[in-house]
């Protein structure tokens, strides 16, 4: 299984940037596909972005496309994968989760796919909060 830990979080003004980091640890990475989901408050938890490792893919909800970009990279023996955001409003206030799944669970076009839920394995999360 692998272990996730969200940070990154925090207050940022409308127009800001935020970058998200989901440190992962235990099984490799190639057998999964990590996805970013958020929950606003009094709403369902939704898909952001996600990530494959193999094949290397990527895919954003339409909410946020051109607004931010997943990426993953290496510091020693912990493998990050990161959300940047950027041009943040209101309506992106909410908690961040980093999320792991099996590859075989499509991350192109299947953000809205049951399965994250079913069969992912959930960090704690990480709040954000777009406010003046």
């Known amino acids: 299984q692998v272990q996730l830990v969200e940070s990154g979080g925090g207050l940022v003004q409308p127009g800001g940037s935020l970058r998200l980091s989901c440190a992962t640890s235990g099984d490799t990475l190639d057998d999964y596909a990590i996805g970013w989901f958020r929950q606003a408050p009094g709403k369902e938890r939704d898909g952001v972005a996600c990530?494959?490792?193999?094949?290397?893919?990527?895919?954003?909800a339409d909410s946020i496309q051109g607004r931010a970009t997943i990426s993953k990279d290496i510091a020693g023996n912990t493998v990050y994968v990161h959300l940047q955001m950027t041009a943040l409003t209101p309506e992106d206030t909410g908690v961040y989760y980093c999320v792991a799944v099996p590859a075989w669970v499509q991350c192109v076009g299947g953000l809205d796919d049951r399965r994250w839920f079913d069969l992912g394995n959930w960090g704690q999360g990480t709040q954000v909060t777009v406010a003046s």
């Open positions: 990530l494959s490792f193999r094949p290397g893919s990527v895919d954003y």
